[in-house]
């Protein structure tokens, strides 16, 4: 059976502010994807809230869920961490027995030895014990290191992985 895979995009300003991540989004085989969730357009700024039937009901039909954003302040953007401390605290109530596979793409603005001074598994922790604590196996992590320095090559090398490794 086919693993449906749904990739999360945390960017809190995606499609406005955030070339970066949107270079790797657009070199992605999205044939592999069966939904994307981009989580500033499920935000509704006037209630301060997300669709959660919509999210809800994509989390329930995955098997595999594809978080992709950028470390802020060692964590996930904001939106990301409203999205996760409100449907994911609705999903757990209603359905704490799912067992999910997750990977996590993560772009980072500093170096690769900068992180591994503090070692990137222990900056996101809290993100990889919540969804420990959900009861989903996180199977991987690709980080981007110095996004804002990329060539167009390293781009497509780091697309590639993810598109081989993850997405085939």
Known sequence: M????LLIIGHPEFSTNSNHNKNIFYLLNQEKIDQILLLEQE?????????Y????KALLEADHIIFFHPIWWYSVPWTMKL????????FYN?????KKKVSIIITCGRTEHFYNKKD???VLLPVIETYQYMGWNVDHIYPLYEIHNKTDK???QFATLINE???A
Request: net charge negative; no cysteine.
């Open 53 to 56: 039937e919509n999210s809800l």
């Open 2 to 5: 086919k693993e449906k895979k």
């Open 94 to 98: 209603t359905h704490k027995e799912t």
């Open 120 to 122: 990137l598994q222990n």
């Open 154 to 156: 390293e781009w497509k």
């Open 83 to 90: 999205w996760m401390d409100s449907v994911l605290s609705t």
């Open 165 to 167: 490794d993850l997405l």
């Open 43 to 51: 935000f509704n700024p006037e209630t301060n809230s997300f669709n």
